[in-house]
């Protein structure tokens, strides 16, 4: 299996939260399937172009930001580019 490049974690990491609508923190790490210290910096790096959000309750919980959700169709519109001329 190849390994992923950065644009691919972020997806990884956005997609997770999009289809949990909020996650917390530890469940994330667990499922982007990254060191916990690149986790960290994925995460910081999400958090200061607000691609993500925390949001505090009961629990600090993780949801996607408009910019993110942004983040995720464009991805998927270089995906199908990709794929649709067979690069």
């Given at each position: 299996m190849a390994k992923r490049n950065k644009l691919e974690i972020v997806k990884d990491i956005l997609k997770i939260i999009q289809d949990n609508h909020s996650i917390k923190p530890t469940p994330l790490l667990r499922r982007s399937n990254i060191s916990s210290s690149r986790f960290k910096e994925y995460y910081s790096e999400l958090l200061e172009k607000e691609f993500l959000k925390e949001t505090y309750g009961k629990n600090?919980?993780?949801?996607?930001?408009?910019?993110?959700?942004?983040?995720?169709?464009?991805?998927?519109?270089?995906?199908?580019?990709?794929?649709?001329?067979?690069?």
């Amino acid at each position: 299996m190849a390994k992923r490049n950065k644009l691919e974690i972020v997806k990884d990491i956005l997609k997770i939260i999009q289809d949990n609508h909020s996650i917390k923190p530890t469940p994330l790490l667990r499922r982007s399937n990254i060191s916990s210290s690149r986790f960290k910096e994925y995460y910081s790096e999400l958090l200061e172009k607000e691609f993500l959000k925390e949001t505090y309750g009961k629990n600090k919980k993780i949801t996607l930001t408009e910019k993110g959700q942004k983040y995720l169709e464009k991805y998927q519109t270089i995906i199908n580019f990709i794929d649709e001329f067979e690069l």
